[in-house]
């Protein structure tokens, strides 16, 4: 069989849970570039002038790039993967209920991201915050969307186990509330001008987090916290209302990025309100993940996907509890604007999410090839490279964001304060490296563990995959 004829096959394959793996691999691959991309920008941002002539590689072009490459690439590809692994075993399956269809879907997303990324590089844009794509690749992510939630909710149909875990409902629930939130946000069947776009803008920009992400995210880990330590899952009465009340509050959340402008003051006071309110579904996730844990926190110390696991749960944590904080009116006049906001944004995006799809890849990878991975110290090592890239980061954008805010509340000529951010913006770039290198291991140890003709088998484990 040629090596074109074997791709083939792979891609459009039929076999249970090659889907899962041919998502992940894909993410993988889009992981390393947008990361590659955003090293790109922050050098831009430390040294402006270091490109030239090269309209594409311009900050204004890179930086959207970037975003759409980890939030559609990535993120979204790594997410679709792991549920595609999750949903079957939950409910009794041998894979999902369309594999062929999931495994297209799977090519189509490829070449929207691709297409989508080389857009936006070229200057088609809509200039709207997380959603900068034009409208015909709006259409595709919107079909592409629709057609993972029916696999998702046709193999949860069609599974013999009609006791859903909560897992389920979680991934299930963002399967149905990201396509909403994507047709009004991105404008696909119709668009508003002004002020009521702006709104519609963060309505999405914010909800993308919320109910894709957030709601995604912790359905895996609620997935995985029970496999890594052998220990039922704490409460499922608090897993159902920390369900509900994410749906509750996360949704009128968005117009927080924007208490600045002349929106009505109720819509704002529902903002700031429910993005305090939020501390309610957040407390209870992490009262159910960290008891879950009792008495195996032991299993850290060997276990990199569940230490993964564990610093997402923290950066999530975090994450929580700085967003109301800056949500409220006066901090977020004082900070808005600043990159404490870039650092907020990382802090969800790489150490939250991105740290559950590594917890996550780690664990299904040998389940669906059959095959140990193939170095645990480039694990190890794409653990540490990514969890002090990211605190380092977070450092210096923290700090770079109260000299602007400084600067701009005791209304400091703009051309004195920015010189003060320049260490900041070095340190940020370095932090990138780090986080690019950590990247670079981790598509090398899975694809390796995918592809090379030469591998161990997955041995069994109580613990999940206790001997990566």
């Known amino acids: 069989m040629s090596v074109l004829t074997r791709a083939f096959s792979e891609v459009f394959s039929d076999q249970p849970y090659s889907a899962s793996r041919n998502f992940l691999i894909s993410g993988i691959f889009w992981l390393v ?33 970037h975003i759409n490459m980890v939030t559609i690439g990535w993120l979204s590809m790594g997410y679709i993967g792991c549920f595609y692994y999750i949903l079957p075993v939950l409910v009794g399956r041998k894979g999902v209920w369309n594999e062929r269809l999931a495994n297209i879907t799977m090519v189509i997303w490829n070449l929207l991201v691709f297409f989508g990324v080389w857009s936006l590089l070229n200057g088609y844009t809509e200039a709207r915050e997380y959603a900068e794509l034009e409208a015909p690749f709006d259409i595709v992510a919107l079909a592409g969307l629709i057609l993972v939630g029916i696999n998702g909710y046709m193999t949860v149909l069609s599974g013999p186990e009609k006791k859903w875990y909560v897992s389920v409902w979680y991934i299930l629930g963002a399967m149905f509330w990201f396509p909403v939130v994507y047709i009004i946000g991105q404008r696909v069947f119709f668009a508003m001008e002004g002020l009521n776009d702006a709104i519609a803008n963060w309505f999405y920009g914010h909800n993308i987090l919320g109910m894709w992400f ?73 009262t159910n993940f960290f008891m879950t844990m009792k008495g195996k926190w032991s299993l850290a110390a060997d276990h990199i996907p569940l230490r993964f696991a564990l610093a997402a749960g923290v950066a999530y944590l975090l994450t929580c509890i700085q967003g109301p904080f800056q949500a409220t009116r006066f901090i977020n006049w004082y900070l808005h604007f600043s990159n404490w906001v870039v650092g907020h ?61 400084a600067g701009w509340h005791f209304a400091i000529p703009y051309d004195q304060w920015v010189i003060e951010m320049h260490p900041y913006m070095i340190v940020r770039t370095l932090s990138g490296v780090m986080i690019v290198l950590g990247q670079i291991l981790f598509m090398f140890n899975i694809y390796h563990t995918v592809f090379s003709k030469e591998f161990e088998p997955a041995p069994h484990s109580p613990t999940g995959i206790a001997f990566v």
């Open 214 to 286: 957030t709601v995604g995210g912790i359905g895996i880990l609620y997935y995985l916290m029970p496999r890594f330590t052998g220990n039922p899952l704490y409460s499922h009465t608090l897993s159902m209302l920390g369900f509900w009340t994410i749906a509750m509050f996360y949704a009128p959340t968005g117009t927080h990025h924007i208490l600045q402008s002349p929106v009505p003051e109720w819509l704002k006071a529902i903002a700031v309100i429910s993005s305090v309110f939020l501390l309610v579904p957040v407390l209870t996730v992490l």
């Open 345 to 405: 944004a990382h802090m969800a995006l790489l150490a939250t999410f991105s740290f559950i799809v590594f917890s996550a890849t780690y664990y299904i990878i040998p389940k669906v090839t059959g095959r140990k991975i193939y170095s645990k110290r480039l694990a190890v090592w794409h653990f540490w490279l990514s969890l002090y890239g990211w605190i380092i980061m977070m450092l210096a954008l923290t700090i770079a964001g109260l000299i602007q805010a």
């Open 33 to 65: 570039l947008g990361t590659t991309l955003g090293l790109l920008a922050a050098s831009l941002m430390t040294w402006p002038d270091m490109i030239r002539g090269i309209p594409q590689l311009s900050f204004g072009r890179v930086r959207p790039a």
